[in-house]
């Protein structure tokens, strides 16, 4: 079946920028997702690539997509103690007869002033 | 997000009472989940709704069950509560289109004693 993996921790210092890595087996993946989760909340869609984009830039976020390698990547520049949080990497698989999201576990991303 | 209201906040019970978990909705969307978040687990589907009356298992639904009688609400029911089930509970909906992402509630902490 479909699985997404993300390592569980990271920690980096405030200013340095953050990588979070994800793999998935599913290779038929169209939309991929990176939601952000902050104490006590929900998940918030944070950005989103499609899978026919090698890249996506969107202010101190990048997101990487190496479609041969069903490896996708959230690179956070310039990290701040905000970003502090978990990140989760998300999958859509599915056709017009149905999508869902398959997420992975969460990489919790520590900032150090 | 996307007008979604989880009640309780916070729940505190013992073994074996029964818990209903409700989830409202102001978007109209089409689907509807339940999941729960455990560390190191990441979310886990429990059960989900993709219609008034259309419901549907997720990958650890034993022990739970959801009823969606109107559009805007999808409850979830732990029959007879065990410690197992404490939990983070989340849920979440989406229109069921293509790059249509999910929308978190803030979350349900349950602790069963």
């Known amino acids: 079946g479909e699985d997404v993996e993300q390592s569980l921790f990271l920690s980096v210092r405030e200013g340095d920028s953050s990588v979070i890595n994800c793999t998935y087996t599913d290779s038929s993946s169209t939309y991929l997702y990176w939601y952000k989760q902050e104490p006590g909340a929900g998940l918030q869609l944070l950005t989103y690539?499609?899978?026919?984009?090698d890249m996506k830039q969107d202010q101190r976020l990048t997101v990487l997509l190496n479609k041969k390698d069903k490896h996708l990547s959230l690179r956070i520049a310039d990290t701040q103690t905000g970003d502090s949080a978990i990140y989760f990497c998300?999958?859509?698989?599915?056709?017009?007869?149905?999508?869902?999201?398959?997420f992975g576990a969460g990489t919790r991303l520590f900032v150090k002033a | 997000d996307a007008g979604i209201t989880q009640s309780p906040r916070h729940k505190v019970t013992e073994t074996g009472t029964p818990v209903t978990l409700r989830c409202h909705q102001t978007?109209?969307?089409?689907?509807m989940y339940w999941y729960r978040q455990d560390p190191g687990h990441g979310l886990r589907l429990i059960h989900y709704?993709?219609?008034?009356?259309?419901?549907d298992k997720g990958e650890v639904s034993d022990g739970y069950s959801v009823s969606r009688s109107k559009t805007e609400d999808f409850l979830l029911t732990l029959e007879s509560a065990t410690s197992s089930q404490t939990s983070v509970y989340f849920c979440?909906?989406?229109?069921?289109?293509?790059?249509?992402?999910?929308?978190f509630g803030d979350g349900t902490r349950l602790s069963i004693l």
């Open positions: 690539i499609f899978s026919n984009m």
């Open positions: 709704s993709y219609g008034v009356k259309d419901t």
């Open positions: 998300a999958v859509e698989v599915g056709d017009t007869g149905g999508f869902k999201t398959i």
């Open positions: 979440a909906t989406t229109t069921g289109d293509s790059n249509q992402p999910q929308h």
């Open positions: 978007e109209n969307h089409r689907y």
